[in-house]
């Protein structure tokens, strides 16, 4: 079982910064990767970024250059720094995690490879 915890969403305005945080805790699962998605209203849940075991970063097309995936300072853990927020970034975002590292790297984006998924954070940038 693997429980998250997600923080640090909250209400910005268009250029702004905002960090979020995702730890993951594990009584008995390996966890390969981590990654966030959001959801906005009305919309599928779509993948942001994620990062794997062995350190590799992966990014959507339209947070790329602006939105930063790290490991956090626990095991399981990670931060997202997103910059330049826009309208558009408004959503629900959502950690989850993926134990298979099987094709990980060309698959990373589907969100039903991740097994486990936080409760969600809510990130409102105003205009």
């Known amino acids: 079982q693997v429980q998250l915890e997600e923080s640090g969403g909250g209400l910005v305005q268009a250029g702004g910064s905002l960090t979020l945080s995702c730890e993951a805790s594990?009584?008995?699962?390996?966890?390969?990767?981590m990654a966030w998605f959001r959801q906005a209203p009305g919309l599928e849940r779509e993948f942001v970024a994620a990062i794997s075991r062995p350190g590799n970063t992966y990014y959507s097309d339209s947070v790329r250059g602006r939105f930063t995936i790290s490991r956090g300072q626990a095991e399981n853990s990670m931060v997202l720094q997103m910059n330049s927020l826009k309208p558009e970034d408004t959503a629900v975002y959502y950690c989850?995690?993926?134990?298979?590292?099987?094709?990980?790297?060309?698959?990373?984006?589907?969100?039903?490879?991740?097994?486990?998924w936080g409760q969600g954070t809510q990130v409102t940038v105003s205009s």
């Open positions: 594990s009584t008995s699962s390996y966890i390969y990767g």
């Open positions: 989850g995690t993926d134990s298979d590292n099987a094709y990980y790297s060309s698959a990373y984006y589907y969100s039903t490879r991740y097994d486990y």
